[in-house]
């Protein structure tokens, strides 16, 4: 038997949805949940942006002149009204004088290097010095073998007394021909080939004592000597070796350690100020500092400047001399050097810190002393130094500048320095005192 539907049932039973109806109902959705994400979003902006004040239960007012955007509104660290003053840190402009430098990385070169060699071939017989030791120019480091020198002396001073006999001999003969030839008893050419004869031994007997002189000076070659003064290296011979002049070696190497030099480099932009400080043949004080800038190691001055720009990286090579008189300085090594230029007398100085960079430029916050408020103020910067910067135009000796605290400033802004009072402990001290009083009147 067939189930029957009864036509109530059927009367009844809603239509299925068309589809244009399901696309309304999505859109519908969509906005209502997009309204929902805008509400919450303003909700949040509103909690995150309310005033300190109107969040202690201050006038509903100022809060919602800020939130709104109304005239309190501006940026944030004491920009809006109602906000809570910043806490900042202020300096004085200061007038005083700055010195102009150049910093650069130098290499400290020996003023002289030697390379001690023997003039003379011969056996080492004596070292007379050790390794690192200080030594004077014309002291005796070595001694070679000298007795074949001294027997090259004697044979050169016994052939020049030889010569020297027979150059007297021949004037004597000489002599005794010119009388006989006034006598007539001689012919005038035996006087003339003796006066010959005389001439030639004088050439030899000055040959001789040249030989002579030669050899006195190998004799002393012997002595092998500090060319200058300085401080020895490791020795690089022992006793016994033959040595020569043509040793590359040499017997040891001697640097001259005081006085000493630094070379550095000098950018090409400097130098038209360098050389102009050179040509008023002013004496420039350089500074050699230790790899952390905090050690002074000596004291000297500049001393020569290159002729030639490295195209490579544009900068001069310039040296400066120090006396080194307590060896600090060593050769090759490489220190902070500092040249000072110039000097800059009664400039108005600021904390580097002060300073600040905008889109128009630098400026600098001055504090308003009696409203408590700062105006940002356009500056020129001129030259400066670690911790300083002079301010050309812009700020007068006296102002006072905001140091710590300057990124949540606007123009105009109320600020507390450091050494202030919260209105609110201010406020309650004085009720106090008051309701002190009135107790006292009271009694």
Same mark, same amino acid.
């Given at each position: 038997?067939?189930?029957?539907?009864?036509?109530?049932?059927? @009367?009844?039973?809603?239509?299925?949805?068309?589809?244009?109806?399901?696309?309304?109902?999505?859109?519908?959705?969509?906005?209502?949940?997009?309204?929902?994400?805008?509400?919450?979003?303003?909700?949040?902006?509103?909690?995150?942006?309310?005033?300190?004040?109107?969040?202690?239960?201050?006038?509903?007012?100022?809060?919602?002149?800020?939130?709104? #955007?109304?005239?309190?509104?501006?940026?944030?660290?004491?920009?809006?009204? #109602?906000?809570?003053?910043?806490?900042?840190?202020?300096?004085?402009?200061?007038?005083?004088?700055?010195?102009?430098?150049?910093?650069?990385?130098?290499?400290?070169?020996?003023?002289?290097?030697?390379?001690?060699?023997?003039?003379?071939?011969?056996?080492? +017989?004596?070292?007379?010095?050790?390794?690192?030791?200080? !030594?004077?120019?014309?002291?005796?480091? =070595?001694?070679?073998?000298?007795?074949?020198?001294?027997?090259?002396?004697?044979?050169?001073?016994?052939?020049?007394?030889?010569?020297?006999?027979?150059?007297?001999?021949?004037?004597?003969?000489?002599?005794?021909?010119?009388?006989? @030839?006034?006598?007539?008893?001689?012919?005038?050419?035996?006087?003339?080939? +003796?006066?010959?004869?005389?001439?030639?031994?004088?050439?030899?007997?000055?040959?001789?004592?040249?030989?002579?002189? !030669?050899?006195?000076?190998? *004799?002393?070659?012997?002595?092998?000597?500090?060319? %200058?003064?300085?401080?020895?290296?490791?020795?690089?011979?022992?006793?016994?070796?033959?040595?020569?002049?043509?040793?590359?070696?040499?017997?040891?190497?001697?640097?001259? *350690?005081?006085?000493?030099?630094?070379?550095?480099? !000098?950018?090409?932009?400097?130098?038209?100020?360098?050389?102009?400080? %050179?040509?008023? #043949?002013?004496?420039?004080?350089?500074?050699?500092?230790?790899?952390?800038?905090?050690?002074?190691?000596?004291?000297?001055?500049?001393?020569? *400047?290159?002729?030639?720009?490295?195209?490579?990286?544009?900068?001069?090579?310039?040296?400066?001399?120090?006396?080194?008189?307590?060896?600090?300085?060593?050769?090759?090594?490489?220190?902070?050097?500092?040249?000072?230029?110039?000097?800059?007398?009664?400039?108005?100085? !600021?904390?580097?810190?002060?300073?600040?960079?905008?889109?128009?430029?630098?400026?600098?916050?001055?504090?308003?002393?009696?409203?408590?408020?700062?105006? +940002?103020?356009?500056?020129?910067?001129?030259? =400066?130094?670690?911790?300083?910067?002079?301010?050309?135009?812009?700020?007068?000796?006296?102002?006072?500048?905001?140091?710590? #605290?300057?990124?949540?400033?606007?123009?105009?802004?109320?600020?507390?320095?450091?050494?202030?009072?919260?209105?609110?402990?201010?406020?309650?001290?004085?009720?106090?005192?008051?309701?002190?009083?009135?107790?006292?009147?009271?009694?």
């Amino acid at each position: 038997m067939e189930p029957t539907t009864s036509p109530k049932s059927a @009367l009844t039973s809603p239509p299925p949805p068309s589809p244009e109806a399901k696309r309304r109902r999505r859109i519908i959705g969509t906005v209502i949940a997009v309204l929902a994400m805008v509400a919450l979003g303003l909700l949040a902006w509103r909690l995150t942006h309310q005033p300190a004040g109107g969040a202690a239960g201050g006038p509903p007012g100022a809060a919602g002149a800020g939130a709104r #955007g109304g005239p309190g509104a501006g940026g944030p660290g004491g920009g809006r009204r #109602g906000a809570p003053a910043t806490t900042v840190g202020v300096a004085t402009a200061e007038q005083t004088d700055i010195p102009v430098h150049i910093d650069a990385l130098g290499t400290v070169v020996a003023a002289a290097t030697a390379t001690v060699r023997p003039q003379v071939s011969g056996v080492l +017989q004596k070292i007379q010095f050790t390794e690192g030791q200080l !030594v004077k120019a014309g002291q005796v480091l =070595a001694v070679i073998d000298p007795r074949p020198f001294e027997m090259a002396l004697l044979q050169a001073r016994g052939q020049r007394q030889r010569d020297e006999a027979q150059l007297e001999s021949a004037r004597l003969t000489l002599t005794r021909y010119r009388t006989l @030839l006034e006598q007539d008893s001689i012919a005038r050419q035996e006087v003339d080939t +003796q006066a010959a004869l005389v001439k030639q031994l004088e050439g030899t007997v000055m040959t001789d004592r040249a030989s002579e002189g !030669v050899a006195q000076l190998n *004799l002393g070659y012997t002595q092998v000597k500090a060319p %200058i003064s300085g401080r020895l290296g490791l020795r690089t011979v022992d006793i016994g070796n033959l040595v020569g002049s043509s040793d590359a070696n040499g017997v040891a190497v001697i640097t001259q *350690l005081s006085p000493i030099d630094v070379e550095f480099t !000098v950018p090409q932009d400097q130098v038209p100020a360098l050389q102009g400080r %050179i040509a008023q #043949g002013a004496k420039l004080p350089a500074t050699a500092l230790d790899r952390t800038r905090t050690d002074t190691l000596a004291s000297g001055s500049f001393i020569a *400047l290159d002729n030639q720009v490295d195209v490579q990286t544009g900068t001069v090579r310039a040296k400066a001399r120090f006396t080194n008189t307590d060896n600090k300085l060593f050769p090759s090594q490489f220190v902070n050097l500092r040249l000072q230029l110039d000097t800059i007398e009664d400039a108005v100085v !600021v904390p580097v810190t002060a300073l600040r960079h905008g889109a128009n430029g630098d400026f600098v916050y001055v504090l308003n002393a009696k409203e408590k408020t700062v105006s +940002q103020r356009a500056v020129t910067r001129g030259q =400066a130094t670690v911790d300083k910067v002079q301010i050309l135009t812009g700020l007068k000796v006296g102002e006072q500048v905001i140091t710590e #605290g300057a990124d949540r400033l606007r123009d105009g802004a109320k600020v507390t320095l450091p050494g202030d009072r919260p209105q609110g402990a201010r406020g309650g001290q004085q009720g106090q005192g008051e309701r002190r009083r009135q107790q006292g009147a009271q009694q």
